[in-house]
């Protein structure tokens, strides 16, 4: 119905699953296109530059900045996030639905400049779970994971300015319900616009035709 396709903004405490739940969306749902950001963290094990991250330097990323090349960027534990404005801007363009999984600060700049952006926040069932979560992963420090969670306290701050509230609890449920969120949203009168003016106009014209 619409060419455009839709930005959606997935935010969340670290340890929520995020990472999990884009994958597996990609994976059931072939079509969404997830945007890569670029960092100036290191690659954990396994990330790989280019798939997981762009992972410049921070003078490359200061470059990114006074280029203009950025949608958003943040600092998060020291190290800086952005968001490549180049792939965003195509992919919407070719109609394609894009993802960005990025955090509050960040959600809120490209809200700014995206009204339109769809923005969804994922959260465990409880603080609980989070920290139980984190501690799993085996990634992080125990001074990291409690950074992580001091963090995450900050950011529920930021959860009423979200559009819903996604939980993770079992990842196959998160899944359907995050793709139908995504795709419900794409029928809202506000995401419609320019089909709702090509109808009236069609009906206006088909009326002028027959009297
Ligand atoms: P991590 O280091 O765990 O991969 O990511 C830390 C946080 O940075 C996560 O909340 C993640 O969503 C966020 N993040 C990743 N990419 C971006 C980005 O391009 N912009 C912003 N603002 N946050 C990002």
Redesign the pocket.
């Known amino acids: 119905m619409s060419r455009q396709g839709i930005l959606t903004v997935v935010?969340g405490f670290?340890g929520a699953g995020?990472g999990t739940l884009m994958k597996a969306l990609l994976a059931g749902y072939g079509d969404y296109a997830l945007s890569i950001?670029?960092?100036t963290?290191s690659p954990r094990e396994g990330e790989v530059d280019g798939k997981d991250?762009f992972f410049v330097s921070t003078e490359r990323f200061l470059d990114m900045i006074s280029g203009e090349q950025l949608i958003?960027?943040?600092q998060?534990q020291d190290k800086y996030?952005?968001?490549p404005k180049e792939y965003v801007d195509r992919m919407l363009s070719e109609g394609r639905d894009v993802i960005?999984?990025?955090?509050v600060?960040?959600a809120a700049k490209v809200r700014a400049r995206y009204p339109e952006a769809l923005l969804l926040f994922v959260t465990p069932p409880s603080a609980e779970e989070l920290e139980r979560r984190l501690k799993n992963r085996g990634t992080e420090t125990a001074e990291q994971i409690a950074g992580r969670m001091s963090r995450a306290a900050e950011e529920a701050k930021y959860m009423p300015a979200y559009d819903y509230i996604i939980m993770n609890d079992k990842l196959d449920d998160c899944v359907k319900q995050l793709h139908s969120v995504i795709q419900n949203a794409k029928q809202s009168t506000s995401r419609c616009g320019a089909f709702m003016s090509r109808i009236s106009n069609e009906l206006q014209d088909l009326l002028k035709e027959e009297n």
């Not at 960005?100 to 955090?103: N, R, T, W």
């Open positions: 935010s670290s995020k950001s670029a960092t963290r991250y958003e960027y943040a998060y996030y952005g968001t960005l999984e990025i955090e600060q960040g």
